[in-house]
């Protein structure tokens, strides 16, 4: 951000920023395209399985928290490729770290359709 750049004009050139991340996101990386492909896809069946907004916010939630953490992991492996492609036990550890961020959030959400989709179906 440019110094002076306050109110309006900061958030319209935040805005920017962050559209161009998404792009950028969606163009080079393929896990973010079929996570974001899938998020499209589960969003009808959200409004089916939650019974209101507590539940929607859960099942859609769920879905967007794994986009936001592979948009960091992304980031993060960006960073790292950008220091250099010579193996180091640090840059390795940093991608893995982020894999397993995004590993866990999966984990959230599967957790989450999983029991509201049971309870919607069973109970």
């Excluded at 750049?5 to 969606?26: D, E, N, P, Q, V």
């Excluded at 896809?41 to 859960?58: D, H, T, Y």
């Excluded at 492996?77 to 982020?98: F, M, P, Q």
Aim: contains cysteine.
């Amino acid at each position: 951000m440019k110094p002076g750049h306050t109110g309006w004009r900061h958030l319209i050139s935040a805005t920017a920023y962050s559209l161009r991340g998404l792009r950028a996101a969606f163009r080079h990386e393929t896990a973010f395209r079929q996570e974001l492909l899938i998020f499209v896809l589960l969003l009808p069946l959200a409004v089916w399985i939650g019974r209101g907004p507590v539940e929607w916010i859960l099942l859609i939630g769920s879905c967007l928290l794994v986009l936001v953490v592979e948009l960091v992991n992304s980031a993060i492996e960006s960073v790292v490729d950008r220091v250099g492609a010579d193996y180091h036990e640090l840059s390795g550890r940093a991608k893995d770290i982020g894999s397993a961020a995004v590993f866990v959030t999966l984990g959230i959400a599967g957790l989450t359709w999983g029991l509201l989709g049971w309870q919607r179906l069973f109970g």
